[in-house]
């Protein structure tokens, strides 16, 4: 897998990159690609999102194409943008959302953190809150958008927004659930050598001759 | 010729999805290739493209609604089209078909690509009116929906071309009919009335299991057989073990045998998705454990290489966590068979509802003694009986019998489960 580690960059700017690049992948000129980042403090919201859940007037959101509703990014939170051919990876976009979950819980655990699932509730969640926000966009069957996992991040920004829509979500950090220090680039280090082998496990490239009734397929974790 | 644009299906999992936003207004044109709309499941959004030219007829669904998978939520066809065409035959959009070739399309496709067709928004394409089709003046498209809506073309004024009657006014008709019946309904109010229903929310859990089944029962044939197994024997076993300081349940001879018979028979350890069948190497047994407040069903994984004594203390352990809350969520994921039981309860015989995507679930009843018939002579026996719900999409009624006769065999027979 193509990890790229873009540091600190722009929401705009990186948005242009993703949609450069899923172009691309779209017309086979261009690898799968997962790009690792941090943005400059920015609120987000999803296409399908409420601007109800702005609670301060004065935030500006940029609306974009993945779905959920509004969220923040700044500085201690890695934001990850997978941009894969989810069209030879099982068209399946629900799986495709618990993969991500199942790659944020695994790194976590490596901290120390236990996370989990909330069925209904993408993302994933502690007993302290949300510790990692998922809002995907796909463009012919190539992802775009991801995850957004705060490492060390300052929680406070969350308090003038509805986090994704849910009143009063709470929100947490991997700091904060450790108890413990834990640098940002260790997690973006061991995120960008686990991506790989999760999604090799969860959303193999199909063979395309491997259909019919006879094919035995494992699909862990279903 | 038109085509219908569908609420694609972008998960197995995925039985709705909620529109986000039209890119296209109706009237425009949109070559193939083009997005048309945004549609969203779960929290991921998809960019819904067309996959033949023409002009966007209709939208059916409006942004924040939600649509069942499959359902019909716009209409691309040649400008001025009559809609009439479509009502019949509902042409199903896929990806292979290629629409046969308007007149304006062919144009389009014949320019060479660097030319971009400039954007002709055609705000009111009406269809072509069609005379002596009734008194009131509409499409059939909007006959079908005003049948559909339980609307009387008659009473509704229509504001277009010749009064004929377009969707908006059904829908404006719909509203109004609504206020009507609230107005009314507000003005019986003033009496005393009964005491107001307060809904209660739903609980994370209460809302998961109402989704899983509710998937599970639009979209799985399930089909059932019953059983009526002597459990004498594997009584018996059971005791036997319990002396020998092993604690072994009913329940757990149970899971092993379902292991032994889904060996024999890996059909019934299976899914069934859109295109294919997949059996599943590995036998992960779920249990289903009621709750108080709902149901968990933690998943003892790898069954086909575990012995009783190693099931025995798995689902032990599985069951407490489930019970006491301190269990995770990859311990109730990646079941491949299930089973549920409501023997404790007094119940003689159930039948469960399949947990998607697996493909079989067995409902086991509590053990009783019958009389039964034995080598000329009525004598009591220890029966239980077990049903299977089982998907017919991947399973028919002699495979779930054979499946059933082999369960019935090692239960009656338990030694072989020590093996």
């Known amino acids: 897998m193509n990890v790229t580690d873009l540091g600190v960059m722009e929401f705009g700017a990186a948005l242009a990159l993703q949609e450069r690049l899923v172009a691309e992948i779209v017309v086979g000129a261009g690898p799968e690609t997962l790009l690792l980042l941090e943005h400059p403090p920015v609120y987000t919201i999803g296409s399908g999102g409420s601007g109800a859940n702005l609670l301060d007037p004065t935030i500006e959101a940029v609306r974009i194409n993945r779905g959920g509703d509004v969220t ?69 069957w190539v992802t775009m958008h991801g ?52 999604l090799e496990e969860w959303l193999p490239v199909e063979n395309s001759f491997m259909t019919g009734s006879h094919c035995q397929m494992p699909r862990p974790g279903k | 010729m038109a085509t219908e644009i569908t609420m ?50 209709e939208t059916r669904i409006t942004p924040g609604e939600l649509a069942p998978v499959g359902t019909v939520i716009a209409i691309i066809g040649a400008e001025g089209e009559q809609v009439t065409a ?31 067709e400039p954007e002709k928004p055609q705000p009111s394409v009406q269809p072509v009116s069609r005379e002596g089709f009734g008194a009131e003046k509409a499409s059939p498209l909007v006959r079908r929906l ?91 076993l059971a005791r036997g073990m319990k002396k020998a300081g092993t604690r072994v349940s009913l329940n757990d001879l149970l899971i092993k045998a379902v292991a032994l018979a889904l060996q024999k028979y890996p059909q019934l350890n299976a899914s069934f ?26 998943v003892i994984k790898g069954c086909e290489a575990l012995s009783l004594k190693d099931i025995a203390s798995q689902s032990r352990e599985l069951i407490s966590r489930a019970r006491s809350g301190t269990i995770n969520a990859a311990e109730l994921s990646g079941g491949t068979f299930s089973i549920s039981n409501l023997g404790m309860f007094g119940v003689d015989q159930f039948m469960a509802v399949i947990f998607p995507p697996q493909g079989a679930i067995l409902a086991v009843g509590g053990v009783n003694d019958q009389p039964v018939v034995k080598k000329g002579e009525v004598v009591p026996a220890r029966i239980m009986k077990a049903t299977i719900s089982a998907d017919h999409r991947l399973i028919d009624g002699a495979m779930a019998a054979r499946f059933m006769g082999e369960l019935q065999k090692v239960l009656e027979n338990p030694v072989a489960m020590l093996v």
Request: contains cysteine; glycine residues 8%.
């Open chain 2, 273 to 298: 998705t859109v295109d294919s069948i997949i059996i599943h190497p590995s036998i992960n047994i779920g249990i289903a454990v009621s709750l108080d407040e709902g149901l968990l069903v933690p």
């Open chain 2, 146 to 236: 005003a049948r559909e809506m339980g609307i009387d073309l008659k009473e509704v004024k229509g504001s277009g071309p010749e009064g004929r009657v377009l969707k908006e006014d059904l829908e404006r008709h719909e509203k109004q009919v609504k206020v009507e019946v609230k107005v009314e309904r507000e003005a019986r109010k003033v009496e005393p009335s009964v005491q107001p229903t307060v809904p209660q929310p739903l609980s994370r859990m209460r809302a998961a299991i109402a989704r899983t089944v509710t998937t599970s029962w639009q979209t799985i044939p399930h089909f059932t057989v019953t059983v009526a197994i002597d459990m004498g024997e594997a009584e018996k």
């Open chain 2, 8 to 57: 694609p299906k972008l998960s197995d999992t995925m039985t709705e999805g909620r529109l986000v936003s039209w890119k296209k207004s109706v009237g425009e044109r949109v070559e193939r290739g083009e997005i048309i709309a945004e549609v969203e499941t779960d929290k991921a959004n998809m960019e819904l493209e067309a996959f033949s030219s023409g002009v966007l007829l």
């Open chain 2, 86 to 116: 479509l009502v019949p035959v509902a042409a199903k959009i896929t990806e292979e078909m290629e629409p046969e070739a308007q007149p304006a399309a062919k144009a389009a496709a014949a320019e060479p690509i660097s030319i971009v």
């Open chain 1, 147 to 198: 995850f957004a996992l705060n490492v060390n991040a300052d929680l406070t920004p969350f308090s003038r927004i509805n986090p994704c829509g849910i009143a009063g979500c709470p929100v947490t950090s991997l700091v904060r659930e450790c108890g413990v220090e834990v640098p940002l680039v260790e997690v973006k280090k061991l995120i960008g050598e686990r991506f790989g082998v999760v």
């Open chain 1, 72 to 140: 923040f990014h700044g500085a201690g939170q890695l934001v990850g943008y997978p941009l894969l051919k989810l069209g030879e990876r099982s068209r399946d976009l629900h799986r495709y959302l618990r993969f991500l979950e199942e790659l944020l819980i695994l790194t976590v655990a490596d901290f120390g953190a236990r996370a989990w699932r909330v069925p209904g509730r993408t993302g994933i969640w502690t007993a302290n809150g949300k510790l990692a926000a998922i809002g995907v966009g796909v463009r012919r």
